[in-house]
């Protein structure tokens, strides 16, 4: 069984028991549950069931394994040539690592 949430803005196939690393939630402590319930679709073994937009009654448990874990750094060099221009941007994007503990459908 799995089903398609919305989490921070971003859609996941999820299971029981499988780890993500959503946007960072502010706010959250380690070992909390956080409740997702913007479900898209259910499939539980071969029936499938879409939302429009959304399923309702279904959602998703998780806990908190990490509040806070940084991305790997992206670096954005913009260069004019023959101008002398030359810049550099670093950007580290902010998660929060989570384990789905029951999925509701």
């Keep these: 069984m799995y089903v398609i949430v919305e989490m921070q803005g ?22 909390a549950e956080v409740e997702f319930d913007k479900v898209l679709l ?23 394994l990490s509040p806070l874990v940084k991305g790997d750094k992206v670096l954005v ?12 941007n670093g950007h580290r994007q902010q998660f929060t690592e989570v384990r789905v503990k029951e999925v509701v459908a």
């Design 10 to 31: 971003q859609q996941f196939k999820v299971e029981q028991g499988r780890r993500l690393f959503v946007h960072h939630i502010k706010g959250v402590e380690l070992g």
């Design 77 to 88: 060099f913009h260069k004019k040539r023959r101008k002398g221009y030359r810049k550099l």
């Design 42 to 64: 259910v499939d539980n073994d071969g029936a499938v069931k879409v939302g429009t937009p959304l399923i309702e009654g279904a959602k998703v448990v998780c806990e908190v």
